[in-house]
């Protein structure tokens, strides 16, 4: 599981890097000391795990968990025990009290473990036999073959994704960051939080917007670069 630590205090954020180093099954992307960075760092990269602090200066690990992706799981770590009620309204998988106990810590990782391995069974029975031309997607308790060709773009809408076709959408229980991972990323671009689009059906974009037939998709500040630099080189 790729995780991240979240928490204002260095000597923490050591202590509990020296935890998650112990743990084969983790991998450790990156550390940082406010919610703000963080926000900013899962927008563009698939995180599994955060361990994360409450109280921090600016925005507090409470109002940031429920600003992230549903299938990024939290764990707490926190010096202060009166959250702890707070933590189940954001479905946090367990709450650790500093000093960390390093069997509890282990213990909250093997749920968020298992808890993980039931989220990525959900999605795979999402969207089935991703193959060049097609993928078949679970819809109203039907599969239903799409052609990628005829995928115009793809929106995230909380727990669902809308597929957008040719006068058709199609809503399947999906998260948008790993229907943007079964794509083939040739073709499938994805530009801001909630859009991926199929750069074969744009029909033009400016320095702000994807313009595809009457539909017209902002591109997000931290994902512009990158969406100039795929389009510029093709030609």
Do not use: W
């Amino acid at each position: 599981m790729k995780c991240i630590i979240v928490d204002d205090e260095p000597i923490a954020r050591k202590g509990i890097k020296k935890l998650v180093e112990q743990i084969s099954q983790l991998e450790l992307l990156d550390s940082f000391n406010n919610a703000e960075a963080a926000s900013e760092y899962i927008k563009s990269t698939k995180v599994d795990l955060i361990f994360l602090d409450i109280q921090m200066p600016g925005i507090n690990g409470i109002e940031f968990a429920r600003s992230i992706p549903k299938h990024t799981l939290i764990i707490f770590t926190t010096a202060y025990s009166e959250y702890a009620l707070d933590s189940y309204e954001v479905d946090a998988v367990d709450y650790l009290v500093k000093p960390i106990n390093p069997a509890k810590f282990r213990k909250a990782v093997d749920k968020a473990i298992t808890y993980h391995s039931l989220l990525m069974e959900e999605e795979e029975k999402s969207v089935e036999n991703v193959e060049d031309e097609y993928i078949f997607v679970k819809s109203d308790r039907r599969f239903f073959k799409v052609n990628l060709k005829d995928i115009l773009f793809i929106e995230g809408l909380k727990d669902y994704v809308i597929i957008q076709l040719d006068g058709q959408r199609i809503i399947t229980r999906m998260n948008v960051k790993n229907m943007h991972d079964m794509l083939p990323k040739n073709t499938f671009l994805r530009i801001n939080r909630s859009y991926i689009v199929n750069k074969d059906r744009i029909d033009s974009f400016d320095n702000n917007d994807v313009f595809i037939k009457t539909y017209e998709i902002a591109i997000g500040n931290s994902y512009r670069d990158s969406f100039f630099d795929d389009m510029m080189s093709k030609k």
